[in-house]
């Protein structure tokens, strides 16, 4: 059971009501949903438009243990997603699998032993800043059977809204106002920039948006940040100021 459900998990993009279609990314082969759970999503920017590519391999088969120490085999059938919400204002996506036999291709149904994609794509407006928590709730079908044999809802992926963005990646991070430095960092960083402005919060945030640490009212051109107690991975900085908010990223060793 677990696995049907991490199963479940993989497929939730799988959502559209429209007809437009998007095209898997070709570099993914292996079982899974890219960009996964640590990666996330890539921050969305006011007045720019916003397109977030899904690609989604569902496997033929999974391995589930009905009694403890006895595995079955058993056929993976589809995913569907049963409901989603949390998308920003005027957000919409379109989802494609060419190899579907049974469902139709644009429905929202991702069947065994093929490769589809999920398109997310909106412009966001002014007054819609600030961090959104999707929500996608999915059935699991195995062996061709009517009922769903495992339901779950997905709730840590996110999609953050800023006035302006940083220009993008690590190395990227240091082209815009802010520098933050080491980069990967083992104990404690240094983000500097900050002269000058208003400063509201200094948040450090998870790949799932949930904020782990902050500073307020920061008066100070640079801060430094402990951060020797997070695992291993990939984190973001959030500076708020004035009415804008910008987005650095940064590896924890």
Request: proline fraction near 6%; glycine fraction near 10%.
């Amino acid at each position: 059971m677990k696995k049907i459900l991490l199963l479940s998990a993989m497929a939730f993009f799988s959502v559209s009501m429209a007809t437009a279609q998007c095209t898997p990314d070709p570099a993914y082969t292996a079982s899974g949903v890219y960009p996964d759970s640590t990666t996330g999503f890539a921050g969305a920017c006011v007045d720019s438009l916003y397109e977030q590519l899904v690609t989604n391999v569902v496997p033929l088969d999974t391995t589930v243990e009905i009694i403890p120490g006895f595995p079955v085999t058993l056929e993976f059938d589809s995913v569907v997603i049963t409901n989603v919400t949390g998308l920003p204002p005027g957000f919409t996506y379109v989802c494609y699998d060419g190899g579907n036999v049974t469902s139709p291709v644009d429905g929202c149904a991702f069947e065994g032993n093929t490769i589809g994609c999920v398109l997310i794509s909106g412009t966001p407006s002014p007054g819609d800043e600030g961090t959104y928590n999707l929500n996608i709730s999915t059935d699991a079908y195995l062996g061709g059977l009517a009922s769903p044999q495992a339901s779950i809802d997905v709730d840590y992926y996110t999609i953050e809204v800023a006035t302006t963005c940083a220009t993008g990646g690590i190395d990227e991070a240091s082209a815009s106002k802010f520098r933050l430095y080491p980069n990967p960092v083992a104990e404690t960083f240094t983000l500097d920039g900050l002269s000058g402005l208003d400063v509201s919060e200094v948040a450090i945030m998870d790949a799932a948006g949930k904020v782990l640490s902050a500073q307020s009212d920061v008066t100070t051109g640079s801060i430094d940040m402990n951060v020797a107690n997070l695992e291993g991975g990939v984190y973001f900085v959030r500076v708020s100021y004035g009415s804008s908010m910008e987005v650095v990223r940064f590896i924890k060793e």
